[in-house]
């Protein structure tokens, strides 16, 4: 026994529904002929009309059953349910209109078109069962256990266990997408699925929320129709599995008596596609399948192709990130070595106030690290300029010039103005250095002295050039020193020689980078090219015999990349 | 003994004790060279009485080779009884300097530039 008020309304909900059943089956049928009807303009029909009042009583009991059992009205209130359904003229208002479409039937049956005799006979049938239904509603609200053998006896109805969906002769060829119907009315899965196939597609159908998860699950079909209201697993119940469910993708149309804005809200808001109220205006339909399979379509594609992007983004952030990585180490490593050999260059300024010579000192580091050394130390009237290069490449050559400056500038401070102890103390101090490292780096080195009118040079380096009134002259340095770090004394190699610097005469210091840079034929620059340009622009100032250098130099390499640091100091004396 | 590569080859004959370096070597560290030191080593611990180094075919040698060479010329010095000979030729460029600097670490060395 129910007595609680929600399960009244629950049951009203049923009540109302399964009248709407054969209503809706009325209107649907009446409209589908219609239709056809309209489609073959060029036929004569004569029984249109009759068919339209049939549509009209169909619309009008609909409105009347949703006026009497509307659930906003009823919340609650059994007691005037029972009065107005317990109200004569209603009853006998729905009889005389049902009466009238069996009437338009009966007239039908002889003169209509073969093609739509079925659907006449579906018309005419339903409106019998909503007869019954019509005359045994007094007892269904009175008696409450009445009306679940009503509901029983809807469910078992052999009228409606008649449809065969392959009978239908509206089938057309179809479009191979298939379309589930979800109602528990056999007569609403019917029309739905008449409808469905109409437009060619393919349906299938499931009488329960239980079945219908089941069938999904198959993932056979494109999209369904799904009724709101049905016992046990409702159409919320489903939505939301479906929602939650690998098939979450298949667009889902809810299907109600309901015309309620609110739980049409409510199915949009759980992921509903769209929605149909009954009667199915079959015009409706079609525009909504087709809208849906139409976005469906779409999205599968869409999901594929977001899917291939995001397999393709893996891939990209993964390089990124290995590309991110090197490029944080590479950057980083050539930022400090840089900052390094900016900070340990000499200043512009400090160059200008040299009484004695003019210096222009050139530096630039290259992608890939060497670890060039140029310096100019001034110490009690004796200007002291070095100039080396650390071999290899990278932050541990970066590290071994470092060590080198601050050596070399240590002993001068220190007044050690003997070659040959200097270089020795300064080799053992990186010998040392170098085997604590475990590295393999050895470091090539001239130191040159200017002191009134004389160059003191020593240690191992590249030659030197100079030029006496724009005559070339080379000066060997092989037997003046010995590289750095590789052996453990180096005081018996080191020698000193000493060249008396003219006014005018420039001297030209570089490193390896200048002379071995390359073309695009892979031709290097080379000492002959430098003596060159430094014989064509000795009378120029220092400066702008760098410049000279540099721009030449530059035309040479051309776009080729630079593999080594480039380092050039020109000594000019004034 | 030998190491070869695609860029360079090292053979060592054992009853002339030569060591024929050929190619360019540009091995990156003393860890690309370990199995070169470790031939010269073994060369160095059989204590021939001379050994000669043939760099003629040797093009090019990178910094850490130079290294490489000046330990193994610093290790046969130590030794005391062992002739060394190195044979190079003007055509490459890197020898004139580095192995003058061989030289000076072992003043015995006889060297040939051709």
């Known amino acids: 026994m129910l007595t609680d008020s929600k399960s009244h309304l629950s049951r009203l909900f049923q009540l109302r529904q399964e009248l709407s059943l054969a209503i809706n089956r009325i209107i649907g049928y009446s409209d589908m002929i219609i239709a056809a009807i309209a489609e073959n303009k060029h036929q004569d029909v004569t029984y249109l009309q009759e068919l339209e009042q049939i549509r009209a009583s169909g619309r009008e009991l609909l409105t009347s059953v949703n006026i009497v059992l509307d659930p906003a009205i009823l ?25 009238l ?107 329960d929320g239980k079945q219908a998860i089941e069938m999904i699950q198959t993932g056979a079909f494109d999209l369904i129709l799904l009724d709101i209201i049905m016992p046990e697993i409702d159409g919320y119940q489903v939505l939301k599995w479906i929602r939650n469910s690998p098939w979450k993708h298949i667009p889902t149309i809810m299907i109600s008596a309901l015309e309620q804005i609110d739980s049409v809200v409510k199915c949009i808001e759980m992921g509903a596609e769209d929605y149909l109220t009954k009667p199915f205006n079959s015009i409706l339909l079609k ?19 977001v899917q291939q992007l995001a397999q393709a983004n893996q891939k990209i952030s993964q390089f990124n990130n290995c590309l991110q990585v090197e490029n944080t180490r590479l950057s980083s490593e050539l930022e400090v070595n840089q900052k390094l050999q900016k900070m340990l260059l000499p200043k512009e300024k400090e160059l200008q106030q040299i009484e004695a010579l003019e210096i222009a000192g050139f530096s630039e580091a290259a992608a890939e690290i060497g670890g060039d050394y140029y310096d100019v130390v001034q110490h009690q009237g004796r200007i002291i300029i070095g100039i080396g290069d650390v071999s290899g490449h990278g932050l541990e050559s970066g590290v071994l010039m470092l060590m080198v400056q601050t050596a070399i500038r240590t002993l001068i401070e220190n007044n050690e103005t003997d070659p040959k102890r200097l270089f020795e103390v300064l080799n053992r101090t990186i010998y040392k250095n170098v085997q604590r490292l475990n590295s393999d780096k050895n470091i090539s080195l001239s130191l040159v002295d200017y002191y009134e009118g004389v160059l003191s040079i020593s240690g191992q380096h590249e030659e030197i050039l ?40 420039v001297a030209i ?34 400066q702008d015999i760098r410049q000279a250098v540099i721009q030449d130099l530059r035309s040479h390499i051309g776009i080729e990349q630079v593999y080594d640091d480039i380092t050039l100091v020109v000594l000019k004396r004034k | 003994m030998e190491i070869r590569s695609k860029n360079y080859s090292v053979i060592y ?7 024929t370096f050929d190619g360019s070597l540009r091995l990156n560290g003393s860890g690309e060279y370990a199995l070169i030191s470790e031939l010269l080593n073994k060369v160095a611990q059989q204590e021939p009485q001379q050994i000669v180094l043939d ?52 003043p015995s060395l006889q060297l040939e530039l051709h």
């Open chain 1, 75 to 99: 919340t609650g209130d059994w007691q005037s349910l029972q009065a107005m359904i317990n109200n004569p003229q209603l009853k006998s208002q729905w009889e005389k209109t049902t009466q």
């Open chain 1, 101 to 207: 479409v069996i009437a338009r039937c009966q007239q039908l049956i002889p003169q209509v078109d073969q093609n739509f005799m079925l659907e006449i006979e579906q018309i005419n049938r339903a409106a019998n069962l909503l007869l019954q239904e019509i005359s045994g509603l007094i007892e269904v609200v009175a008696s409450e256990e009445f009306f679940e053998d009503i509901v029983l006896d809807i469910d078992t109805n052999p009228l409606l266990d008649n449809f065969s969906l392959a009978d239908h002769q509206l089938a057309k060829a179809s479009k191979g997408q298939m379309i589930l119907v979800v109602d528990d009315s056999a007569m609403n899965r019917e029309i739905l699925a008449q409808q469905v196939q109409a437009e060619g597609y393919q349906a299938a159908t499931a009488q």
């Open chain 1, 287 to 305: 525009a909504r399948l087709g809208a849906c399979l139409e976005q469906k379509k779409w999205r599968d594609l869409e999901s594929i192709y």
């Open chain 1, 466 to 505: 100079l030029s006496r009134q724009g005559k070339i002259e080379r000066i060997d340095t092989v037997d003046l020193g010995f590289p750095l770090g590789l052996a453990e004394s180096i005081a018996d190699f080191v020698f000193e020689t000493k060249i008396p610097l003219g006014k005018s005469d």
């Open chain 1, 509 to 542: 210091l570089y490193t390896d980078g200048i002379t071995e840079a390359e073309n695009s034929q892979g031709i290097h620059y080379g000492l002959e090219q430098l003596s060159a340009v430094v014989q064509q622009n000795w009378q120029q100032s220092a």
């Open chain 2, 13 to 19: 004959d054992q009853t002339s004790h030569q060591i």
């Open chain 2, 55 to 106: 760099l003629t075919q040797l093009n090019f040698l990178n910094s850490s080779g130079i290294s490489i060479l000046s330990r193994f010329v610093i290790n046969v010095r130590k030794r005391q009884n062992i002739q060394m000979m190195i044979i190079g030729a003007k055509k490459n460029p890197w020898q004139s300097k580095s192995l003058k600097n061989l030289q000076r670490l072992m």
